[in-house]
């Protein structure tokens, strides 16, 4: 997840994203490498809170969700097609 002025924007982790990333690396090798305590985490919450109006997908996330809505709507229809004795 990013953030773009009050949108959060959901890109998949491998895309560059023009945005703010909400989302930072904790741990890595089972170190943990981010170090925020937690009055921080509680400041960064309080800041963010009821911030962002709406989401929108990424330029590739958008393409998953429009092939997705695709395969389904080709499944209902020959779901639909078998019901009704087509096949």
Partial sequence: ???RGDVLVAADAGEAVDG???F???VEAGRVVYRE???DQR???ERTWGRYARWEPSERVADWLAR???MRAAEVA???DRLAGGG
């Fill in 24 to 26: 930072v690396r904790l």
């Fill in 78 to 80: 020959a779901a639909r």
């Fill in 1 to 3: 997840m990013y953030a």
């Fill in 43 to 45: 400041a960064r919450a």
């Fill in 68 to 70: 997705f809505r695709a």
């Fill in 37 to 39: 305590g937690f009055d």
């Fill in 20 to 22: 703010e990333p909400l």
